[in-house]
């Protein structure tokens, strides 16, 4: 049986506040049930949940949080991108990660009740849920498969920091750069098949995000491109050979 929302009526409010309340709630209700993490929850699940949390518009540019605030809640992302990213004594930035649609970030120093390690700036203009640490852990609590999948998205993040570590440790920067192109093949791509996307940053992020300089990246994608590998127009890029790209080192 599902648990009793700990506030189920606005009975106290005045009548105009309260279809306020109720429309922001059924908003919110209605990105939740789109994002993958709360795919498994039924509408009442659901609702609960969206009674702590709200919708945050971000702009381009903004700070969403800084190294070393403390965390009440986590985010997901409706839609936009986020970077989240460390910031050195001497004011060098080292991009950890780049965050879209459907995607969460903050959850581990919520449970460790330990303040940000890094910031988290929108890159585009962005639409984010935040989530109440306490409405939270009451569903963690009271729904094991939610749990599990928290426990999922926390486990790929954590696979991903490896990744990243190997990547530094053992490849050099042209297999990092490849890499991070092929990063959007399915997979089953045949002899011929072109790959397109657009570059969801500047070069600066996307060479921090790979630890390497901007020079070298500019450099890398200039060779992979006279060789006949990819076409880069601005943002636009064209994997024009993805067997050949793969292959090369």
Same mark, same amino acid.
């Given at each position: 049986?599902?648990?009793?929302?700990?506030?189920?009526?606005?009975?106290?409010?005045?009548?105009?506040?309260?279809?306020?309340?109720?429309?922001?709630?059924? /908003?919110?209700?209605?990105?939740?049930?789109?994002?993958?993490?709360?795919?498994?929850?039924?509408?009442?699940?659901? /609702?609960?949940?969206?009674?702590?949390?709200?919708?945050?518009?971000?702009?381009?540019?903004? %700070?969403?949080?800084?190294?070393?605030?403390?965390?009440?809640?986590?985010?997901?992302?409706?839609?936009?991108?986020? +970077?989240?990213?460390?910031?050195?004594?001497?004011?060098? =930035? /080292?991009?950890?990660?780049?965050?879209?649609?459907? =995607?969460?970030?903050? =959850?581990?120093?919520?449970?460790?009740?330990?303040?940000?390690?890094?910031?988290?700036?929108?890159?585009?203009?962005?639409?984010?849920?935040?989530?109440? +640490?306490?409405? $939270?852990?009451?569903?963690?609590?009271?729904?094991?498969?939610?749990?599990?999948?928290? $426990?999922?998205?926390?486990?790929?993040?954590?696979?991903?920091?490896?990744?990243?570590?190997?990547?530094?440790?053992?490849?050099?920067?042209?297999?990092?750069?490849?890499?991070?192109?092929?990063?959007?093949?399915?997979?089953?791509?045949?002899?011929?098949?072109?790959?397109?996307?657009?570059?969801?940053?500047? +070069?600066? %992020?996307?060479?921090?995000? $790979?630890?390497?300089?901007?020079?070298? $990246?500019?450099?890398?994608?200039?060779?992979?491109?006279?060789?006949?590998?990819?076409?880069?127009?601005? +943002?636009?890029?064209?994997?024009?050979?993805?067997?050949?790209?793969?292959?090369?080192?």
């Amino acid at each position: 049986m599902l648990r009793q929302c700990a506030i189920d009526s606005m009975h106290f409010l005045t009548e105009p506040v309260s279809r306020s309340i109720a429309t922001e709630n059924s /908003k919110i209700h209605s990105l939740l049930a789109n994002v993958p993490l709360f795919s498994a929850l039924q509408s009442a699940e659901i /609702k609960c949940i969206a009674l702590g949390a709200r919708v945050l518009k971000a702009a381009r540019g903004e %700070i969403l949080f800084h190294s070393g605030d403390a965390p009440s809640g986590f985010y997901v992302i409706v839609y936009g991108q986020i +970077k989240l990213a460390f910031t050195s004594p001497q004011g060098m =930035e /080292k991009v950890m990660h780049l965050m879209g649609p459907g =995607e969460s970030f903050g =959850e581990a120093v919520m449970f460790l009740d330990k303040p940000y390690l890094v910031s988290s700036q929108a890159l585009t203009d962005s639409l984010l849920i935040h989530v109440g +640490k306490s409405v $939270l852990l009451d569903e963690i609590e009271r729904n094991p498969g939610f749990a599990r999948k928290m $426990l999922a998205g926390l486990s790929m993040r954590l696979h991903t920091l490896v990744r990243d570590v190997e990547a530094y440790s053992l490849r050099s920067s042209v297999q990092r750069v490849i890499g991070y192109l092929l990063q959007n093949d399915p997979g089953n791509s045949s002899d011929g098949d072109v790959l397109r996307f657009h570059f969801p940053a500047s +070069k600066l %992020i996307i060479a921090s995000r $790979l630890n390497i300089s901007p020079e070298t $990246l500019s450099r890398i994608l200039h060779d992979l491109s006279v060789a006949g590998l990819i076409r880069v127009e601005g +943002k636009q890029v064209s994997v024009l050979d993805i067997a050949r790209l793969r292959a090369y080192s």
